[in-house]
C-alpha cells in the first residue's frame, strides 16, 4: 500500500501571499496518477488537480500541481480568502488507492 | 454532464446491514471502473474499494478495513453501482462516496451511514 504524507499539517498565511503543499509516497506513484483536492466544512472534496498537474474543470490558473514519482506539490499563488480550507493528495495509481492526512491553509 | 448520485444510506445497528446504490449517467457506465470513498466526521476522505469494467475483468478491489464484510458490485443494464455492507460496525459510520475517473474524478453528493445502537 502506497502511505501519502503531507506536509506541513498546518500552514499560516495572510491572503495575497503564495503556499506550497507537499504530498510525498511510500513508493513510486504510477504514472503520475495524483489528484488533489480542496474541502471546506459540510462540503464534499472537491477536484483541483488530477493526473499531477492536470487542472480540472472550473480551477482557476492560481491552482497548480507538480511532481512525480514520490513528490509531487500543489501550489496556489495569491491565496483569495475562499482558498482557506483542507487539502488532500489522493493516488490512484495502485490499489489500494490512498489519500493522504491533509494539510489545514489557516489564515494568519 | 458526468453525474453519479448515492442512495441508501441510514441508521443501522452495529451487525446490522446495508446496500447503497449509485445511479450514473452522463458516460458509457459500462466502460467505467467505479469506486467508493468515505469520510467519517471529522476525518479525511478513506478509499473503500473499486470495481473494474467487465471488460476488464470485473473484479473488486477493497481496503483493508472492509475486505470480508463489503462487497462492490455493478449491474451494467441499469446503469448502477452497489456497495452491500454487512457485518457494520460504528467505526463504519461516515459519509459515503460513489466516485469515478474520466479524465479527472467525479464524486456524487455523498450518503450518510450512520452505525448506532
Known amino acids: 500500500e502506497i502511505v501519502l504524507t503531507q506536509s506541513p499539517g498546518t500552514l499560516s498565511l495572510s491572503p495575497g501571499e503564495g503556499a506550497t503543499l507537499s504530498c510525498r509516497a511510500s513508493q513510486s506513484v504510477s504514472s503520475s496518477y495524483l489528484a488533489w483536492y480542496q474541502q471546506k466544512p459540510g462540503q464534499a472534496p472537491r477536484l483541483l488537480i488530477y493526473?499531477?498537474?492536470s487542472r480540472a474543470t472550473g480551477i482557476p490558473d492560481r491552482f497548480s500541481g507538480s511532481g512525480s514519482g514520490t513528490d509531487f506539490n500543489l501550489s496556489i499563488s495569491r491565496l483569495e480568502p475562499e482558498d482557506f480550507a483542507v487539502y488532500y493528495c489522493q493516488q490512484y495509481g495502485s490499489s489500494p488507492y490512498t489519500f493522504g492526512q491533509g494539510t489545514r491553509l489557516e489564515i494568519k | 454532464e458526468v453525474q453519479v448520485v448515492e442512495s441508501g444510506g441510514g441508521l443501522v445497528k452495529p451487525g446490522g446491514s446495508l446496500r447503497l446504490s449509485c445511479a450514473a449517467s452522463g458516460f458509457t457506465f459500462s466502460y467505467a471502473w467505479m469506486s467508493w470513498v468515505r469520510q467519517a466526521p471529522g476525518k479525511g476522505p478513506e478509499w473503500v474499494g473499486r470495481i473494474k469494467s467487465k471488460g476488464d475483468g470485473g473484479t473488486a478491489d477493497y481496503a483493508a478495513p472492509v475486505k470480508d464484510r463489503f462487497t462492490i458490485s455493478r449491474d451494467d443494464s441499469k446503469n448502477t453501482l452497489y456497495l452491500q455492507m454487512n457485518s457494520l460496525k460504528t467505526e463504519d459510520t461516515a459519509v459515503y462516496y460513489c466516485?469515478?475517473?474520466?479524465?479527472?474524478?467525479?464524486w456524487g453528493q455523498g450518503t450518510l451511514v450512520t452505525v448506532s445502537s
Open positions: 466516485t469515478t475517473y474520466r479524465s479527472g474524478w467525479y
Open positions: 493526473d499531477a498537474s
